[in-house]
């Protein structure tokens, strides 16, 4: 499952197998990463004062907010509020 994550400080602390990270911007306005979870990671519980911006590419990601759980496929674009 990969995911681009778009955010300006949302960086989660991964549990589980390892989530696998590739910076494609990082300056003072914004942030811009490929995350790839192998199945059974999880980024674990985090919040954000900025808004985040997610894009799944491939695969099947589990989304869990105060609002539910979404299982997104390929395709699905999720802006989560800071």
């Known amino acids: 499952m990969v995911l ?6 949302a960086r989660a602390q991964p549990t589980g197998p390892p989530v696998q990270e590739q910076v494609a911007l990082d300056n003072d306005s914004v942030w811009v990463a490929l995350l790839t979870f192998p199945p059974g990671s999880a980024s674990g519980s985090h ?3 900025d808004p985040e911006l997610g894009i799944v590419v491939d695969g099947e990601l589990t989304l869990v907010t105060p609002a539910g759980r979404e299982v997104l496929a390929p395709g699905a674009v999720r802006w989560l509020p800071g």
């Open 4 to 9: 681009v994550s778009v955010a300006t400080d």
């Open 47 to 49: 919040s954000s004062l």
